[in-house]
Each structure stands twice: as C-alpha cells, then as structure tokens.
C-alpha cells in the first residue's frame, strides 16, 4: 500500500532523520540478504522503494532534477535514484565496490537540490554494511562516524 502524506520535519529533525535512515538501511539490508547481490541497480531500487513506500513514506523514483546556470534554466538535467519524504536522497549503485566519483556525485546532487542528507548504497558487496555511506551537505553530523562521508562539518 502506498502512503502519499510526507511526514513533517519539525523539532525533533535529527530524530526524524536518524529514524528515517535507519529504516532505510534496515530495509536495504533485509533486501540484500534476501536477493543477494550482484543485480541490476533497478531491481533493488524498485523494491526499495516499494518496501519504503509500504511503510508510510513517500517515495519519488528517478526523479528528474532541473538546474540553473547563468539565469538559464535546463529541465530535467539528471535524475536523482529516489527521493524519500521529500528530503532524503538515495543513490543506489550495484558495483564491485564504491569510490570517489559515487561520493562526489551523491554530494554534487546534494549541493544542487540543496538537502541536507544523502544516501549511497552499494548492493553489489558482499555485505551491504560496506557499501552503505551516509552523505552530509552542509549538515550538523547526527549519524555515527562510521556512517559519515563529509567530516568537515
């Protein structure tokens, strides 16, 4: 069953978020044992989603995404994985092993949708605790270090 309310970020925004990334990862995680790894990024992007939304959440698949350079607007210049809640952006890949190009492009659609928190998740390990990252835009570190990408904040 799908949900279409959002939740309210309201006072307690570093609970709501901590809650919301923890049922994210629970989720992928009971995914990734399930299907293994190893298939296209589709196949857990739908199911994630699907999962997420049979939760109460609100979730926007590939998303399209306009930019704005030099007072000219380009619709739809990328499209983001799946955004959750109107906030959270996730980025699924399915590779051997994640690096630096799928930080950068995870903090790049951050910086340009400006939100706060990212989400990229590697479904392509053998275990998906080494591919789960957590991605901060300019966003006081609510998340464990372990789970953090941008330690400057």
Same mark, same amino acid.
């Given at each position: 069953?799908?949900?279409?309310?959002?939740?309210?970020?309201?006072?307690?925004?570093?609970?709501?978020?901590?809650?919301?990334?923890?049922?994210?990862?629970?989720? =992928?995680?009971?995914?990734?044992?399930?299907?293994?790894?190893?298939?296209?990024?589709?196949?857990?992007?739908?199911?994630?989603?699907?999962?997420? =939304?049979?939760?109460?959440?609100?979730?926007?698949?590939?998303?399209?995404?306009?930019?704005?350079?030099?007072?000219?607007?380009?619709?739809?210049?990328?499209?983001?994985?799946?955004?959750?809640?109107?906030?959270?952006?996730?980025?699924?890949?399915?590779?051997?092993?994640?690096?630096?190009?799928?930080?950068?492009?995870?903090?790049?659609?951050?910086?340009?949708?400006?939100?706060?928190?990212?989400?990229?998740?590697?479904?392509?390990?053998?275990?998906?605790?080494?591919?789960?990252?957590?991605?901060?835009?300019?966003?006081?570190?609510? =998340?464990?270090?372990?789970?953090?990408?941008?330690?400057?904040?």
């Amino acid at each position: 069953m799908v949900h279409a309310e959002t939740r309210r970020r309201g006072e307690n925004e570093t609970r709501d978020s901590e809650k919301v990334t923890g049922d994210v990862l629970d989720t =992928a995680i009971r995914l990734h044992r399930e299907l293994g790894p190893g298939l296209m990024e589709r196949v857990y992007e739908i199911v994630l989603a699907g999962k997420l =939304a049979d939760m109460g959440y609100l979730v926007e698949r590939q998303k399209p995404i306009d930019i704005i350079f030099e007072d000219q607007c380009f619709k739809e210049a990328f499209r983001i994985d799946m955004l959750v809640d109107g906030w959270l952006i996730i980025e699924i890949k399915s590779v051997d092993a994640l690096n630096a190009a799928h930080h950068k492009q995870l903090h790049t659609y951050l910086r340009l949708t400006k939100q706060s928190v990212g989400l990229l998740i590697n479904f392509g390990g053998v275990k998906l605790i080494d591919g789960f990252k957590r991605v901060v835009n300019d966003y006081k570190p609510s =998340a464990p270090p372990r789970l953090r990408v941008n330690q400057s904040t």
